[in-house]
């Protein structure tokens, strides 16, 4: 009912008739060793409304979602439920009250059955106290049904995609008749049609009566669908109240205490000469025919669904996985590449989508990290200098202003935003020819992903050949000098100038304009 | 995300080096501790028995752990790795077992060593190879060669045992270089040393680390993850060889039982080390602390009379001890704060 209210100005219905919170958080409080991650916070869930959490990285939106599922315990501070003050000293106690989280990546076991998954510490038992599997499988189905999801409930989750694992979650989530869900960046990875699905699936636990706190980093989203917004700024809040009632400017405002301006950086390309040439580039499974070229000072996009094959041609140009057909051109001269090593060797790096796992080496410091790959110069006859790896590190860091207490800190205490800084300097520290950036401000906060976007410009601007995947439009338009669309593998389309237009990629990367297959 | 508010806050550009001086490190350092447990068990041991304090008693110590700790140093990086080999003390009945054979064809001490050391290297590669080349983890494949070369030995040798070794093949064992220091004492002086400067102080020991901390994240920094593997089980195997030869000199005969046991304790010297048993983090100079307590700790015993049983009970104790110790001690920090 309340689904598309967004932009009717006419608020009255709300404030006449108040209704009271399902949950209530007030004066919450959450130190760290040295760090006050949550200061005197207030949250308030409603029962049928989605409430959007917005906040840069860091500014305690975890945190919050830690207290509530009961993995965090709060210095200070009241949780009320239905307004019965409660707490939650374990995980189960949260669950058993009815709040239940969807976590950005989703913590699910992929070598269990799908009605396992959903049933997990909860699961139907017989009379013997053991697990009533025909019971557990007709209860996940009716779930899944519920949600409209056509998965079997006796596959291995293995076998699922990304999108419809999140679709396992919403059940389990669903399975445990919480009143209180939380939706922790549940978009973040999924392609354009699983985001609508997701979209549709809110709206009907919004008709459930569920209440819903939405994480989020994308205002298209939060607008869609949030009825009421909640702003949080180093660990404090900072604003909330009705979505209807702010705008976007307003809202980038209190999350970064400053008007940032979003536009992209002006940028007037400069392309130099042909430096990459892609010939016939194929994988057996992962994608075919692959053929583009690139120039130096020239920003190439990379558009298409989640699953079109764009990481993976990125990481056979890097030397991770091995084309089968095909070959690279840098220039003009055949460039043999079948290694990472030698990928960096011939001045191609690439920063990887998953920061956790491919990009940044936690349990290191940042000098360490940001040098790694230059550690051939940096060295003396395989010796390391930690002199010169501290000036690469100090030179590189500050160029991106990177924000941290010291060099030698470890790289898993920085904030995403931060880790991403850090590891594209390392990448820069080497003095690359063709940088490749997959999806380089996914899950970033804003102030940084305005830093990178300046930065690539600037990169470009001094000839270096940048190629950007990305699956967000604006990112993909307002950056791009041109644009290649992949579908299921293969180029769907080229754009640039005057056609480089939204639905020209939307289009070309759904396929729509060709028969459906 | 905890520290992730500070950072926002506390800086603008210019970001300090260091957070701690390299002072500040080692107050906090687990070597530290390790070095106050040292000096505690030699204290102890001093008080306990009248003959400990004797340099001749004190050299005959070291013995106890100067074979195991040359496997300990490779071990470490191999750990840190986030790999494992646990095969090292059947390595060494291989490598003892082929130089036995070699002695009854009549070879001579130089090629006896090159003998002892080539077997180490060659089932080094063997493990190596199955781990990278296969991609098996590593504890199932060494568990597996564990057995294997040492049943390769006992096949060869049954109950029997080979001895009659050159005279001079006695010094690697039983020799000493200057005074009560040992050929063993300086070996593993030496090994100490190097091991330390490969760890610590060039590239191979950096990107041991870092595979240690995110193998994939160091194969998307072109760190080439196989090689580094694959030299480090040969690392290891060739230290294992080197033990090899020490432990057949001092005893002067080979038997298949030789060294029996010994992947454990190589393993439990690492650990108490400092050396995250997950891979990661760890130091040389704390494997040569635990390597002094180990060693101290059973000699100490030995002189007062204490069964090896009680022996292996306290240094199973020790450990659980070392690694909880800290744990508990932070535990009962963050309580009081609380």
């Not at chain 1, 009320?80 to 009250?97: L, N, R």
């Not at chain 2, 095969?87 to 003892?96: F, G, K, W």
């Amino acid at each position: 009912m309340l689904a598309n209210s967004q932009g009717i100005k006419n608020v009255h219905a709300y404030e006449t008739n108040e209704p009271a919170p399902v949950l209530s958080l007030k004066g919450i409080s959450k130190s760290f060793p040295g760090v006050k991650a949550l200061s005197e916070v207030a949250l308030d869930l409603y029962s049928g409304e989605v409430t959007a959490l917005v906040g840069e990285n860091g500014a305690g939106k975890s945190t919050i979602v830690k207290v509530l599922t009961g993995i965090y315990q709060p210095d200070h501070g009241q949780i009320a439920i239905g307004g019965t003050p409660v707490s939650f000293p374990t995980a189960q106690d949260a669950g058993k009250a009815g709040v239940t989280a969807i976590h950005q990546e989703t913590v699910l076991f992929d070598d269990l059955s799908v009605a396992e998954n959903i049933f997990i510490g909860h699961a139907p038992k017989t009379r013997f106290g053991l697990i009533d599997r025909k019971q557990m499988v007709h209860k996940a189905q009716e779930l899944l049904e519920r949600i409209g999801a056509q998965i079997d409930p006796r596959v291995m989750l293995k076998e699922l995609g990304i999108a419809n694992k999140h679709l396992v979650a919403i059940a389990r989530a669903l399975s445990i008749d919480a009143k209180i869900v939380i939706m922790d960046e549940p978009t973040a990875s999924l392609s354009h049609k699983e985001i609508e699905e997701t979209y549709e699936l809110v709206e009907r636990l919004k008709a459930e009566g569920k209440a819903i706190l939405f994480i989020s980093h994308k205002f298209d989203e939060i607008f869609r669908i949030a009825n009421r917004y909640t702003v949080f700024r180093d660990g404090q809040m900072v604003g909330a109240g009705k979505i209807d009632d702010v705008d976007e400017q307003k809202l980038v405002k209190l999350m970064v205490g400053r008007s940032v301006d979003q536009v992209f950086p002006d940028r007037h390309a400069k392309t130099g000469n042909e430096i990459l040439k892609v010939v016939g580039y194929c994988h057996p499974t992962e994608f075919e025919d692959i053929g583009f070229t690139l120039r130096k000072g020239e920003i190439l996009g990379f558009y298409g669904l989640v699953g079109a094959g764009r990481s993976e041609v990125m990481q056979a140009l890097f030397g991770v996985t091995k084309p089968s057909k095909g070959a690279v051109r840098i220039d003009d001269k055949i460039a043999v590449i079948r290694s990472p090593d030698e990928a960096i060797n011939h001045g191609i790096v690439y920063v990887p989508e998953d920061r956790g796992k491919q990009g940044a080496i936690k349990g290191l410091p940042i000098f360490q990290n940001v040098s790694l790959p230059s550690l051939k110069s940096t060295s003396r006859n395989g010796f390391l200098r930690l002199a010169e790896e501290f000036k690469l590190a100090r030179d590189y860091t500050r160029r991106l202003d990177l924000r941290a207490a010291a060099l030698d800190q470890d790289i898993g205490d920085l904030s995403g935003g931060n880790q991403q800084k850090v590891v594209i300097a390392k990448w820069l520290a080497t003095q690359p020819r063709v940088i490749i950036l997959d999806e380089p401000t996914k899950g970033i906060d804003i102030g940084s992903k305005a830093a990178v976007h300046e930065f690539m410009a600037e990169l470009a601007a001094e000839g270096l050949a940048v190629i950007m995947v990305s699956s967000e439009i604006p990112e993909i338009l307002g950056m791009s000098d041109r644009v290649i669309v992949m579908r299921e593998g293969r180029i769907a389309a080229e754009f640039q100038g005057d056609r480089l237009t939204p639905e020209n990629l939307v289009r070309a990367a759904a396929g729509i304009s060709e028969a459906v297959s | 995300m905890s520290n992730a508010e500070a950072n926002s806050q506390a800086t603008g550009r210019r970001i300090p080096d260091r957070l701690r001086t390299p002072l500040q490190r080692f107050l906090a350092s687990w070597e530290l501790l390790l070095l106050v447990v040292a000096i505690g068990v030699f204290v102890v041991n001093s008080f306990a028995s009248p003959y400990f304090l004797d340099p001749w008693n004190l050299s005959d110590a070291t013995f106890n752990f100067t074979e195991k700790a040359l496997i300990a140093f490779a071990m470490a990086l191999l750990i840190i790795s986030g790999e494992i080999d646990l095969s090292v003390a059947s390595i060494i009945a291989l490598a003892s077992t082929a130089m036995g054979f070699a002695v009854q064809m009549g070879v001579d001490t130089s090629l006896l060593v090159l003998i002892g050391l080539g077997v180490g290297l060659a089932c080094g590669a063997f493990n190596g190879f199955l781990v990278t080349g296969f991609g098996l983890p590593s504890i199932v494949v060494t568990i597996g060669t564990m057995s294997l070369f040492r049943g390769v030995s006992y096949i060869v040798l049954g109950d029997k045992a080979y001895t009659g070794y050159p005279a001079d093949f006695a010094y690697f064992g039983q020799g000493y270089v200057w005074w009560v220091i040992s050929f063993e004492f300086l070996l593993f002086a030496v090994m100490a040393l190097l091991f330390a400067i490969l760890l610590h102080k060039t590239n191979f020991g950096r990107a041991v680390y870092v595979i240690g901390n995110n193998p994939v994240g160091a194969l998307f920094s072109g760190i080439r993850v196989k090689r580094v593997k694959f030299a480090l089980f040969l690392l290891t195997g060739l230290m294992s060889g080197v033990a090899a030869v020490c432990l057949t000199s001092r005893l002067g005969a080979t038997r298949p039982s030789i060294a029996f046991g010994w992947e454990l304790e190589v393993v439990t010297m690492v650990v108490l080390g400092g050396i995250n048993i997950l891979g990661g983090s760890g130091t040389i100079p704390g494997v040569v602390i635990a390597a002094f307590v180990m060693g101290m700790v059973t000699f100490g015993f030995g002189l007062l009379n204490v069964p090896g049983i009680v022996m292996s009970i306290f240094i199973g104790l020790l450990l659980i001890a070392v690694i909880a110790l800290p744990r508990i001690a932070r535990h009962i920090l963050a309580r009081r704060k609380a």
